[in-house]
């Protein structure tokens, strides 16, 4: 992850969101769909890459904002 990443991720029984290089959460979430929302609106607005981990701390999924700056666009 890049310095200013978005990560969301589960800790301690909560979802949670925080910008790499940040050791707390910048924000906390009941459910993972409204941990990732959250993520989401925070690269976005950053200009960056949300990584979005599972329960077990495995990355699941990408996204790069805005998508122009993702190093492997997918093809047609």
Excluded: C
Excluded at 27 to 55: D, S, W
Excluded at 58 to 76: A, L, V, W
């Amino acid at each position: 992850m890049a310095k200013g990443d978005i990560e969301t991720y589960y800790e301690g029984g909560v979802w949670k969101n925080r910008p790499e290089g940040n050791n707390r959460a910048s924000n906390t979430a009941g459910t993972k769909a409204e941990a990732q929302a959250k993520g989401r609106e925070m690269a976005i607005e950053r200009g960056v890459e949300h990584l979005i981990k599972g329960k077990d701390g495995e990355i699941q999924s990408k996204n790069t904002y805005p998508r122009s700056r993702d190093p492997f666009p997918p093809k047609g």
